[in-house]
């Protein structure tokens, strides 16, 4: 297989690595049926064309494909990709592909190509989100939508705790590093939008929640964290250092038994908000 197009400017990002570094199909395992409701509000219908910018493995995408949109994923992680397009041929689904690349530089991909661009907890992570924002705007038609799920900085729910807590035993990020919880704020999105040409009208958001759904109990689903995901896996690694790690571990376990919701204590089921941006083009 050649290298996409996109590789160059991939490799410049600087999370490629981080999310190379673990496997998060791990954890997106617990994430399908929210992705699949969350698409099934989205009012997908068969023919369009629906871009998913940070699409790992498919939680959103592969499901807008089942709906018949024309689907293309990006993500900067090969490993994604390839899992992704497993996932893909497994299902013996013919209007969908995933492909390498960067939100920041959507290379290869024309002006206003889809109606529907998608990015659910992914673009948000990128450097550079002018650019990110810029780039959504871009590549969807006049008329249409982007859709971004984005985690929010100081909520009390899972996610943002585990990136809040897992900030505090690691270095400090280097400077000009921009928080990705920055997407999370409604004030820094309609910015970013409007420097994409966007007016504040077109722009509206929703509370919504994303739930994980484990079949295995939370400090089962922690050690998926430590393990798969790289955030968390850099944390363990600064705190191993540190000798904290042990500390790391009792936060994290502590959160999760407090958040998760099921009565079974061989599963977890964790509810998470996020912001939910919808974009008029």
């Known amino acids: ?23 998060f199909t791990r954890l997106a395992v617990t994430m399908r049926e929210s992705g699949t ?10 023919g369009i064309d ?42 013996g689904l013919t209007n969908i592909s995933i492909r390498e690349g960067d939100a920041t ?6 002006d206003a190509s889809f109606d529907m661009v998608v990015s659910m907890f992914g673009a948000m992570f990128a450097p550079k989100p002018f650019d990110v924002a810029g780039e959504l705007v871009r590549v969807t038609r006049p008329g249409g939508r982007i859709v971004m799920g984005n985690w929010i900085p100081g909520d009390p729910t899972l996610v943002a705790q585990i990136l809040k807590i897992s900030s505090a035993y690691t270095p400090p990020p280097p400077e000009g590093f921009v928080s990705p ?9 309609t910015e970013r939008f409007g420097k994409a040409g ?13 739930t994980f759904n484990a079949p295995f109990p939370p400090a089962s689903f922690v050690e998926r964290f430590r393990q798969y995901y790289g955030p968390t896996m850099n944390a363990f690694d600064a705190a191993a250092k540190d000798g904290k790690a042990a500390d790391l571990q009792q936060e994290l376990e502590a959160l999760f038994m407090r958040e998760n919701t099921s009565k079974d204590p061989e599963k977890t089921t964790i509810p998470a908000t996020y912001l939910r941006v919808t974009v008029k083009r």
């Open 1 to 23: 297989m050649s290298e996409p197009a996109t590789t160059q400017s991939a490799t410049a990002n600087p999370n490629k690595a981080l999310w190379e570094k673990g496997d």
């Open 50 to 91: 629906v871009l998913d910018v940070g699409c790992g493995d498919g939680t959103t995408a592969i499901p807008a494909a089942r709906l018949g949109a024309k689907v293309l994923g990006v993500d900067i992680a090969r490993n994604l990709v390839e899992a992704g397009n497993k996932r893909i041929q497994e299902e």
């Open 198 to 210: 966007i007016p504040p009208g077109d722009i509206s958001f929703e509370r919504d929640t994303y």
């Open 181 to 189: 919880m920055l997407w999370g704020v409604e004030s820094h999105v």
């Open 105 to 110: 530089n959507l290379e290869g991909i024309a």
């Open 37 to 46: 409701a969350l698409v099934d509000k989205l009012g997908i219908i068969p």
